[in-house]
């Protein structure tokens, strides 16, 4: 049964919309033919949807990179591709905005001053849904596509909805979404991120954790939706 989506939530996602003009993005990679959505998901913006029979918000992305040392699950397209293993043209704050209808719940970025705080908010599920070249459908997790090295498996932490923050320009002092600049889902911590992991996790080269675990990763250049709800909703 479909389900409607409450009139207030709806208007809280327009005027989280509202902070910034929807900039244009680059067209996505074009290896492959750009799948169809679902008829009955309701669109939020480029490369965006709702889902409201499931409550997922479903992203399109594409698989960018699949060898070595990550920060990034998903970034802007344009942006962060050297360390990110998914890009897409969704604009930040619309996914944000998504998120909100899926009943997830921000909580706080990371904090480095006056002490370190792990991100905090909804653990969110990621599920990603591929056909490769020769039509042979995929699904799986997210974090089998991330391997920790001290482990040698996929990674066993649920990302949370840290939900980024709103900073002003120092140039034209105008506030704008900090994950604006391509910090989407983050593998390091950020605190720019929508989504990031719940622990300590460093940027630097030296003390990097996370890789990409190629043998689990759909080749480049493939289509990939991202499909994301909370784990819990009160």
Known sequence: MTKTIPPLLLSLVTLFLAVQPLSAQEPLLKDLPRPKPDSAWKSLGDSLWFDPASRELVILAQVVLRDG???????????????????????????????????????????????????????????????????????????????????EKPITIDWVFGGSMIVTDPRTRKPFYAATEGDYFTVANFASA?????????????????????????????????????????
């Open 69 to 151: 040392p990550l920060e990034h699950l998903l970034c802007l397209r344009g942006t962060k591709e050297h360390e990110a293993i998914l890009t897409t043209s969704a604009e930040a704050r619309a996914i944000h905005a998504g998120l909100l209808l899926t009943k997830a719940e921000p909580g706080h970025p990371v904090r480095f001053e006056p002490k370190f705080e792990s991100p905090t908010g909804s653990a969110m599920k990621i599920q990603l849904v591929w056909t490769d070249d020769k039509k042979q459908a995929g699904s799986t997790d997210a974090k089998n596509w991330i391997k920790n090295l001290k482990t």
């Open 194 to 234: 929508i989504l990031d992991l719940p622990v300590p996790s460093s940027s630097s080269d030296a003390d990097r954790q996370y890789v990409a675990f190629t043998q689990n990763i759909a080749p480049l250049g493939n289509w990939v939706y991202m499909r994301l709800s909370p784990k819990s909703t009160k």
